[in-house]
């Protein structure tokens, strides 16, 4: 709750809208006991009095009253009138709207179609059908605002119902026994309220308006009570002579809606989880740098990265996502990065060509030579000449990153036109050409598909075309295959693999299976809680694990065609990344662990082709 | 040994694009009428790819979708009352994805105490003492349980929904696809206390996953379903070594394994069949190098090959 204001304090323009509304709630609340005039008293000897004078702060209007004593009466009937009908459309509207979502079929379509037929109507028609009907009044203009808001309610949450009802705790808690009614009340509602919150936040303004309008046409507050809507529409026929009556409700009309508005706008900010990071900013194009010395490139390869360190800085916390990390990967060749969730291998991935979000991301340190040339803290367009030219990534999930509206040959051209002048038929004919050599049937009926008529395994090969379309010198593969059938997943493997043998090309391929490393990668670097723990040709890493965290990874990782055993499970968890234990970070889970383990920093060590972190190494590197 | 689980002819059909009134545009035959039954105490592993109707199984069999056709069994007495509150004591199920399946707005404790409470009527004391006794069999510390869901690593609140389904003292359990969520090193951990619980309280376990490997080691019989059809049933340490059917022998072979070359067990461009345009005879055919005419006409039934397993194949593999 203090994260939530201190989030909405941030957003100077809410903070103000919420100081004017908080200001005009307080004079609203406190209206009955300010020693004012009485409001509905009339004196025609002072009609139109200006304002300023004595007696009269705000003036009178034509019928002499005090405009003051009208106003806050007036703002006070219209914030509560306002006010109830946001609160009785937000409670009908959610109710049919989480209905309609949690039951679906027949009963969602029927409703949703009734709703349908509301919105269908004008709303200020409807609202003045309804008051017709109902005849004119301040509460049956009340109903007619809340009923017009209903269908508004009923659709957004709606929306959000359907999407939790699918959710899997709500097939839990039917499984534990729980009813409908229950569900609803217990499951559902508990995490629909936030939008309603934000949902009434944003529309309450209107309410306000919607009221004063049906009072500005006679149809609300019957004279001679006030309320900021019959003020305006009174004061209309004076609006030349004395126009002071028609601004002072106005500009109280005004100042409430912006200030509603404007804070509604701060409350949805700070309740979005996408902006809870504590960025209220869109992330910049490329990774920040902050770093003091550039380390000189050493040895060879393609790509070499020197001791790259990538931190992630929220709040007062500082999240060493990777940690002095030294690769390098030659053309032709495959370095598998292998690791568990939060091991730091995908930040490494996304460093190399800035493209860890910022904020929170900072580069801290290292460097990334691509040829000789460091790609960290180079030139935005230097950066994004190189992205997916000469250094393509391909990601896990391709339904996430293929655009859905666009056809993938048109996405594919697009992606050879951004680095080359070519015509767009020559890039249509490439990108055919692209899609036949990731073995796509029918490549140029499948050109003009969309990524949703496209299989899994269909639409990660048109990920890795896309990732081939500029004859890159490096793919970067995060985890390709995880999200793919195991039939589809040696599909695609082999493809890759045929793909750099024919093209010399780089890979570096992140992953958290054994298998598929073993399968595919010439050398694998391990990695633990930021840092390489272990470096070495795949097969020897994987036939004589170095380090203990190795050994033991490999033997929690069932096999097939060992039958049923059971597993050694490591026990513990990876440590946080914000707060690292001193020395070897595996210490707390190892079973060979002493003191010096803890004491400091512990070096890579090399011996020929192999690397380990350990003082105590399952095997003595030659 | 006693059948703890009994399934006749159970089918799943599902309608798309059905309007408001009239007919349904298609049908989707998520399962086709499968028979299936399953010992007290055993692990019956289910592997398929995406696709192949294995969660559907599973939801069918907690009540979390009423089956088109056919009848569930549990322990002898049949489950055809469709109400969750009545499987919920008998059957439960364990889910995929461990945060998603645990209410964001709830403490542990109060996700916990509903099955006791909705399916046993147990009061206050009863709940803590249940629970505390719970937490212990999942090894997890009773200070968890007022917080909340967001604060918990995914094996945690894996062990959580474990202990969810414990609570409501079920005889079997459906785990679907349990630790595929989880990091390798905390998948060990949960399997093995899976394996643990099992022993101590007596469980029988359908054990769903798409990992050949996982399925494999904690098994003692595995199912192999493609397509919505139940292809072959054997033993968990010789299905994957001696196949009958193509497509299991397919699976194993693609499966990457430390110290096999990388080969792609087939040819490149094969895809499923199309659910809504489903091809007549076997759905395998397709991919099958050796299919016939007999294949893709008529579909094969499941039938005895060998001692204990069986493969719906016209044209088997020999050992």
């Known amino acids: ?102 039951f679906g079929g027949r009963i969602d379509n029927v409703i949703m179609r009734l709703v349908d037929m509301l919105m269908a109507f004008p709303y200020i028609l409807l609202a003045l059908a309804i008051v017709a009907a109902l005849g004119p009044g301040l509460m049956n203009a009340l109903i ?64 306000i308006l919607e ?134 291998k995908s930040v490494t991935a996304l460093s190399i060509m800035g493209l860890v979000a910022s904020p929170p991301g900072v580069i801290t340190g290292g460097a990334a030579y691509y040829r000789g040339d460091d790609l960290i803290g180079a030139p935005y367009r230097r950066l994004r000449s190189l992205r997916g030219d000469r250094i393509a990534y391909i990601f896990q999930d391709p339904q996430a990153t293929l655009h859905p509206l666009y056809r993938v040959g048109d996405q594919l051209a697009e992606a050879i036109r951004v680095h080359h002048s070519i015509s767009r038929a020559e890039a249509e004919d490439r990108a055919i050409d692209l899609l036949t050599a990731v073995r796509i049937p029918n490549a140029e009926s499948r050109a003009r598909a969309y990524p949703h008529e496209l299989s899994g395994g269909m639409r990660q090969r048109v990920g890795i075309a896309m990732a081939m379309a500029n004859d890159p010198d490096i793919i970067i593969a995060d985890e390709p295959t995880t999200a793919l059938d195991v039939t589809v997943q040696a599909q695609i493997l082999s493809l890759l693999d045929d793909l750099r043998r024919e093209r010399g090309l780089a890979i570096i391929f992140i992953t958290h299976d054994f298998g598929v490393v073993a399968q595919l990668c010439d050398r694998v670097a391990v990695m633990y809680a930021g840092r390489i723990v272990e470096e070495g040709p795949t097969g020897t890493v994987l036939d004589a694990p170095a380090h203990p965290y190795t050994r033991r990874l ?40 002493r003191d010096a383990c803890t004491a400091g920093d512990i070096a890579l060590e090399r011996a020929g082709a192999r690397a380990v972190r350990c003082l105590f190494p399952e095997e003595t590197l030659t | 040994m006693t059948l703890a689980l009994r399934l006749d002819n159970l089918s799943k059909t599902f309608t798309v694009g059905k309007p408001l009134f009239g007919k349904p545009k298609a049908l989707v035959r998520a399962v086709r009428p499968m028979d299936l039954e399953v010992q007290t105490g055993e692990t ?13 199984l599973a939801r069918m069999l907690v009540g979390l979708i009423p089956p088109s056709t056919g009848s569930i069994e549990i322990d002898g007495a049949a489950l055809d009352n469709a109400d969750p509150a009545v499987f919920g004591r008998r059957i439960q199920y364990v889910f995929q994805d461990p945060i998603s399946s645990l209410n964001p707005r709830k403490t542990i404790r109060q996700i916990i105490e509903v099955p006791l409470k909705r399916l046993h009527g147990m009061d206050r004391a009863a709940r803590a003492a249940r629970i505390s006794e719970i937490f212990a069999a999942v090894n997890l510390r009773e200070e ?82 493609y397509f919505g059809t139940l292809v072959e049933l054997g033993r968990a340490e010789r299905i994957f070594n001696a196949p009958k059917h193509p497509y299991t022998r397919l699976l194993a072979g693609s499966a990457p394994v430390v110290g096999r070359p990388l080969t792609a067990p087939e040819g490149r461009e094969t895809e499923l069949p199309d659910p809504l345009n489903p091809p007549p005879g076997c759905a395998f055919a397709a991919r099958c190098s050796r299919a016939t005419d007999l294949c893709r006409t008529q579909e094969p039934r499941l039938t005895r090959q060998g001692e204990d397993q069986f493969a719906a194949c016209h044209h088997p593999l020999e050992p």
């Open chain 1, 1 to 102: 709750m203090t994260r939530f204001l201190k989030l909405l304090i941030r957003n100077r323009l809410a903070a103000l809208g919420g100081a004017v509304i908080l200001a005009v709630v307080v004079l609203a609340l406190i209206t009955p006991l300010l020693p004012l005039q009485a409001p509905n008293v009339t004196n025609t000897a002072d009609r139109f009095i200006r304002p300023f004078s004595p007696g009269h702060l705000l003036g009178t209007d034509h019928l002499g009253r005090d405009l003051l004593s009208r106003l806050l009466w007036g703002t006070r009937l219209s914030l509560a009138v306002g006010a109830s009908a946001a609160v009785i459309a937000a409670v009908i509207g959610a109710a049919v709207g989480i209905v309609a979502g949690y």
């Open chain 1, 144 to 207: 007619a605002v809340a009923a017009v808001n209903v269908p508004f309610f009923a659709r957004n949450i709606r929306g959000i119902t359907v999407g939790i009802a699918g959710r899997e705790f709500v097939d839990a808690a039917r499984l534990a026994g729980m009813g409908h009614g229950r569900i609803i009340l217990f499951e559902i509602l508990p995490n629909v309220v936030p939008v309603i919150v934000i949902a009434m936040s944003t529309t309450i303004g209107w309410m």
């Open chain 1, 211 to 344: 009221t004063a309008g049906l009072s500005f046409l006679g149809l609300g507050s019957q004279p001679p009570q006030a309320d900021l809507g019959s003020m305006l529409g009174e004061a209309r026929a004076a609006l030349i002579a004395a126009p002071h009556t028609s601004v002072v409700p106005g500009a109280m009309i005004l100042a409430i809606v912006m200030g509603i508005n404007l804070l509604g706008d701060g409350v949805r900010d700070a309740l979005d989880p996408r902006l809870r990071s504590g960025a209220l900013t869109r992330p910049m194009p490329a990774t920040s740098v902050r770093r003091e010395t550039v380390p000189a490139p050493q040895g060879g390869g393609v790509l070499q990265l020197a001791d790259l360190e990538t931190r992630f800085e929220i709040g007062p916390r500082i999240y060493r996502a990777v940690n002095k990390v030294s690769l390098e990967v030659a053309p032709g060749e495959c370095l598998g990065i292998i690791g568990e969730s939060g091991s730091g």
């Open chain 1, 554 to 593: 490999i033997a929690c990782v069932p096999e097939l065609g060992q039958g049923r055993r059971r597993l050694e499970a490591i026990p513990g968890l990876p440590p946080a990344v914000d707060r690292l234990p001193a020395g070897c970070a595996f210490a707390p889970r190892c079973d060979k662990a």
């Open chain 2, 44 to 56: 019956l592993g289910i592997v398929g790819e995406s696709g192949c109707g294995k969660s559907t």
């Open chain 2, 144 to 225: 968890f349980l007022d917080r909340y869901p967001h604060e918990f690593s995914g094996g945690q609140a894996q062990r959580i929904g474990i202990a969810r389904a414990l609570a409501a003292n079920a005889s079997i359990l459906i785990l679907d696809e349990p630790v595929s969520a989880l990091d390798v090193s905390v998948q060990a951990q949960v399997l093995n206390l899976l394996a643990d619980l099992k022993a101590e309280f007596g469980l029988t376990y359908l054990f769903i996953t798409h990992d050949l490997a996982v399925v494999e080691a904690v098994s003692d019989r595995i199912a192999v379903l």
